[in-house]
C-alpha cells in the first residue's frame, strides 16, 4: 500500500500520514460502534474497564478520554486490524510477523479535553528492539482546533529523554528539557478514515480539545514479533506467568507467526521505574507522578 517514497520518508522522519487508509464502509461502521459506546456511558459514572472518563462527565453531557481496550469490547476493532488497509501498512512497515501491544480509543472530549503531555512511547515499554510503532485512525476530521498529534521529526533516532520526576516515572518529558526541540514539531491533521503513524521512539504530544465537537483517533500500538518486552515496564503482561503469556500472545498476533528468539539490538532503554503512584493509563500516570504540562 504504501510507496516508497512514503516507506523512505518514515524512516527519516519517523512519522507518516496515510490518507483514505478506510474505506467508506469501515469508517462508517466504527464510527457508529464508537458513538454508541459514547452514548452507553451516559450511565456510567466513574471510570470501569471501559470507560475513562473526564472531568465533567454526566449523563446529559458524556466526556471520555478513552474506551480501553476496543478491540475486546467489539470485535469489529480487530478485524479492521486484520482485514484492510491497516494491516497493509503495518505490513509495509514491520514485516509480515507482528504482533498488538495494545489498543485504545481516546476520545477526547470538546471544550478543553485533556492534553496528553509530550513523551516517547519507548519509555512505557522497552523492548529487545526498536521496531515497534503506533497507528492513529482518524474516526472524524482532526483539525488544528481540537488537539491533533504533534511529532517532532526525526527524534525518534535521537536519544529517550527523561520521563521522571524526583526519581518517579511520569510518563511526560519536562518541556523545558534542552534536547527537547519543540519548535521543529509538526502538527498532524487530517481527513476522517487517514491515519498517522509513529515510531515508538518519536516524540509526540497532543493539546487539548479547544473545539466543540470530540477528537475521535483510535490508536493500534504494534510491534514487530521479534521485539519482545523487558521485564520491569508497565504492562499487564508481566503479571501473567508463562503459560499464560503464551496465550495471551497467540490472541496479539495480528500478521504471521509467533517468534521465539528475539532480536537484540543496541537501543537507549531507562526503565519507568520507580512507579507513578496511578498508573493505569497515560492520563493519570502524567497526573500522579506530577509531570510539568506543555499546554498550560
Known amino acids: ?31 457508529k460502534i464508537t458513538y454508541d459506546f459514547i452514548d452507553k456511558s451516559k450511565s456510567v459514572t466513574q471510570s470501569n474497564e471501559v470507560y475513562d472518563l473526564d472531568e465533567g462527565h454526566s449523563a446529559s453531557q458524556p466526556r471520555l478520554t478513552r474506551i480501553k481496550l476496543p478491540h475486546k469490547q467489539d470485535p469489529y476493532f480487530w478485524e479492521v486490524l486484520t482485514k484492510s488497509g491497516i494491516t497493509e501498512v503495518l505490513t509495509d512497515l514491520l514485516g509480515p510477523d507482528t504482533t498488538l501491544i495494545t489498543a485504545k480509543l481516546n476520545t477526547k472530549a470538546p471544550g478543553g479535553g485533556q ?3 509530550w513523551h516517547q512511547d519507548w519509555a512505557f515499554y522497552p523492548h529487545t528492539n526498536d521496531d515497534l510503532l503506533a497507528f492513529g485512525v482518524m474516526l472524524e476530521d482532526v483539525t488544528p482546533e481540537n488537539g491533533p498529534l504533534m511529532v517532532v521529526p526525526g527524534s525518534h533516532k535521537g536519544p529517550l529523554l527523561s520521563h521522571k520526576n524526583g526519581g518517579v516515572f511520569c510518563g511526560a518529558i519536562n518541556p523545558d528539557d534542552p534536547l527537547f526541540e519543540k519548535e521543529k514539531a509538526v502538527t498532524l491533521t487530517g481527513k ?15 493539546a487539548p480539545n479547544m473545539s466543540d465537537t470530540n477528537r475521535l483517533i483510535l490508536f493500534y500500538e504494534l510491534a514487530s514479533a521479534d521485539a519482545w518486552p523487558i521485564l520491569g515496564a508497565g504492562s499487564y503482561l508481566h503479571s501473567l506467568g508463562q503459560r499464560k503469556f503464551w496465550e ?18 543496541k537501543v537507549p532503554v531507562s526503565m519507568p521505574l520507580a512507579p507513578a503512584i496511578d498508573g493505569g493509563s497515560i492520563f493519570k500516570t502524567q497526573k500522579s507522578g506530577g509531570a510539568k504540562s506543555a499546554f498550560t
Not at 9 to 16: A, D, I, M, P, S
Not at 192 to 206: D, I, K
Open 115 to 117: 492534553a496528553v503531555e
Open 192 to 206: 476522517a478514515g487517514s491515519m498517522t503513524v509513529h515510531h515508538v521512539r518519536a516524540l509526540h504530544g497532543s
Open 248 to 265: 495471551d500472545l497467540q490472541d496479539r498476533m495480528v500478521t504471521g507467526n509467533v517468534v521465539t528468539e528475539p532480536r537484540l539490538e
Open 1 to 31: 500500500m504504501l510507496t516508497a517514497e512514503q516507506k523512505a520518508f518514515y524512516e527519516t522522519n519517523g512519522y507518516l500520514l496515510v490518507e483514505d487508509v478506510l474505506t467508506d464502509f469501515e469508517l462508517k461502521k466504527l464510527q
